[in-house]
């Protein structure tokens, strides 16, 4: 796969062969991780320097989705404009790394699965923002040669990322430019032939739109093609139809609260994902009766959008494979796509319901949201087992360590998703703990 960035063995040889469409996700962790603890060891323990450089990378991708989300809502980019802070402070509750995590955790506790999820997740709102602040506030998009260049370059990033932001990009483009085309055609005069006035319909969709978003659907079409050889859906197969059962039920407890636990689902009192469902209706009901026209439109427009996004989106996921650690198909990073459409629209809709509503309404509905946004943040709060205490204890043991086979205690996990008891199995980690300078040299290590 790192050798074959774009799948041709897929395409010319019909090879099988492990996430052919994500390579710049693996070439982003490979490249990061070997040279940015190293650089921070100018001023860090080694040890410290790896965490230091996984906090890093979690911020950057925090701060662009608050960023791009504030952007969107408020059309300011000005970070010091009143408009902008006004939405970065709705936004930023929402994206929560500990209380309902579980439900709708955004940047992923794992930094494997941050940078495959939240990470290109966080460059695709980049590539849609300018389209989302014309559709939400106009006028229409006009982009530069730069600007076309930089979009296509992103867009071929974007769409060798996984296929969750392929499908994305996929739907959304795809939705987009019929709806683009018929907005045209229903403008234009009836009077001539059929063909003529949807050609002129089609002439007049704006460039700046029609370009980029064909290239990235081409893209992403590409992507999804060379993704069916992707070894990893072969570790575990069902069929099907028991997909689709798994994925109502997955539905059900997503929205009830629910908390992965050793492969499998337990009912627990989170209820976040219904809250900020619920928040964004009502949003919706009182957007209805007091915002101005056009903002009242396009609230109601990107409901019913992300609505039929939704659907879509969850119809086809069984299709893309099954993973045994994802047992009912749904989970917080199998929805990121969904839950950061709902955390937008939330966030547009308070905001212009704050600047919209009568004085008297605007006290009542500012203290609604504030408790609202207090639920979340106190919901948030940091819990002392979910700590890298005791990996980096285990670390801490393997350095000071003359043996050439370790033996660690089994009560945490290093650097893997289950205890190693097989030192063998240790090798590729000895030899990236090495070259973080953990350890003077290679050595081995097994749990017990």
């Not at 992923?108 to 389209?131: G, H, K, N, R």
């Not at 996984?162 to 499908?167: D, R, S």
């Not at 946004?373 to 205490?389: C, G, Q, W, Y």
Request: hydrophobic residues 50%; positive net charge; proline residues 6%.
């Amino acid at each position: 796969m790192l050798h074959d960035p774009f799948g041709l063995r897929v395409l010319l040889h019909h090879e099988v062969y492990a996430a052919p469409n994500r390579f710049f996700a693996h070439f982003f962790l490979h490249e990061y991780f070997r040279h940015v603890p190293l650089w921070l060891q100018a001023f860090l323990s080694p040890i410290n320097s790896v965490y230091v450089a996984c906090a890093l990378v979690k911020l950057a991708v925090h701060l662009l989705l608050v960023y791009g989300l504030a952007v969107a809502a408020s059309n300011c980019s000005n970070v010091l404009n009143w408009r902008f802070l006004l939405a970065a402070v709705l936004t930023t509750p929402l994206l929560q790394a500990s209380g309902y995590y579980g439900q709708m955790g955004i940047v992923d506790q794992s930094i494997t699965y941050a940078c495959f999820y939240a990470l290109p997740m966080s460059l695709l709102l980049v590539f849609f923002l300018p389209f989302v602040r014309a559709a939400l506030h106009g006028p229409p998009v006009r982009l530069s040669w730069p600007s076309y260049l930089a979009l296509a370059a992103l867009a071929v990033v974007l769409a060798f990322n996984g296929p969750t932001v392929a499908a994305t990009a996929l739907l959304v483009c795809s939705g987009s430019l019929p709806v683009a085309w018929h907005r045209r055609y229903a403008a234009l005069p009836t009077a001539g032939a059929l063909e003529p006035r949807a050609w002129r319909a089609f002439q007049e969709i704006s460039p700046g739109l029609l370009w980029p978003f064909v290239w990235i659907i081409g893209l992403s079409l590409y992507s999804m093609y060379i993704g069916r050889n992707n070894s990893e859906n072969l570790w575990a197969t069902i069929p099907l139809a028991e997909r689709y059962i798994r994925l109502a039920q997955g539905m059900v407890y997503q929205l009830v609260g629910s908390e992965l636990v050793t492969g499998d689902y337990r009912l627990a009192s989170r209820f976040g994902l219904p809250l900020l469902l619920g928040a964004v209706l009502l949003n919706a009901w009182l957007g209805r009766r007091w915002l101005p026209t056009p903002q009242r439109a396009t609230v109601l427009s990107a409901l019913k959008w992300l609505g039929v996004f939704a659907l879509v989106y969850l119809l086809l996921l069984p299709l893309g494979g099954y993973r045994s650690y994802r047992a009912y198909v749904v989970r917080r990073d199998t929805i990121l796509p969904i839950t950061l459409g709902l955390v937008g629209l939330f966030t547009l809709s308070t905001y212009w319901l704050l600047v919209y509503l009568p004085p008297r309404g605007r006290l009542r509905y500012a203290g609604a949201v504030l408790v609202l946004l207090a639920v979340f943040t106190v919901a948030d709060k940091h819990r002392i087992s979910n700590t890298n205490a005791g990996e980096r204890r285990l670390l801490s043991l393997l350095s000071q360590s003359e043996a050439p086979v370790v033996a660690l205690p089994a009560d945490c996990n290093l650097m893997d998703w289950q205890p190693l008891t097989d030192y063998r199995k240790s090798e590729l980690n000895s030899r990236l703990f090495h070259h973080w300078r953990i350890t003077k040299t290679r050595k081995l290590y097994y749990q017990r």
